[in-house]
């Protein structure tokens, strides 16, 4: 791992951001179950080892600590495209993937009455958007997003801010009314995209 750590190096200010990020790739790949909360990324228990200075020093890497994960990101694709077993061709395709998670109250940014796909049902929650790169025989994350339901818009689904789910799933890059993967490998156009999440809903 320390190899494929190294080649984000450049793209962080000093070392504990460095060492920050190592954490959190630890914690990220390492067989745990809860690996989305902040006490388990850093290897702790929960609730009791909230304090502890590994969850402090991991929280202020994430939520504190300037650095751009726009630019990490691009790195990772990046990597993901000069590898022969995993680059992006024009056989493969792009899936958008809606999960969300059951969260209680109003109060959580992105949070509402959605359908959630790990749940199977529709619920109170928080949805993510992933758009997911395949070809069948791998597949990977390129861009995440959340949705915001459109009660949280003044004008709801007529907002000029509101977005549908397949419209966040399609705010990577883009060039000629393409979605592009990084090195302009597998591009869909839009419209193919959209009936590709129709035909998943």
């Not at 460095?18 to 290897?43: I, M, Q, S, V």
Request: hydrophobic fraction near 30%; charge should be positive.
């Amino acid at each position: 791992m320390e190899e494929y750590a190294a080649r984000f190096d450049d793209l962080f200010l000093n070392l504990a951001q460095r060492r920050g990020f190592r954490e959190y790739l630890t914690g990220l790949l390492a067989p745990r179950d809860r690996n989305k909360t902040l006490t388990c990324l850093a290897g702790a228990e929960p609730v009791l080892g909230a304090g502890l200075p590994s969850v402090q020093r991991l929280q202020y890497f994430l939520s504190e600590s300037r650095w751009d994960s726009e630019q990490v990101n691009a790195r990772r694709l990046e990597l993901l495209r000069t590898d022969p077993a995993l680059a992006p061709h024009e056989a493969g395709a792009l899936v958008i993937d809606d999960s969300g998670d059951r969260k209680d109250g109003t109060a959580t940014a992105h949070v509402g009455r959605q359908w959630l796909g790990r749940l199977g049902k529709t619920d109170n929650g928080v949805v993510t958007v992933t758009t997911v790169w395949t070809d069948g025989r791998v597949y990977y994350p390129l861009h995440a997003q959340p949705y915001t339901p459109a009660h949280h818009f003044p004008r709801g689904q007529r907002d000029p801010g509101f977005r549908t789910k397949p419209r966040c799933g399609s705010c990577g890059p883009r060039k000629g009314g393409r979605l592009c993967l990084p090195g302009g490998g597998g591009r869909l156009r839009l419209q193919r995209q959209r009936r590709l999440v129709s035909r998943l809903a």
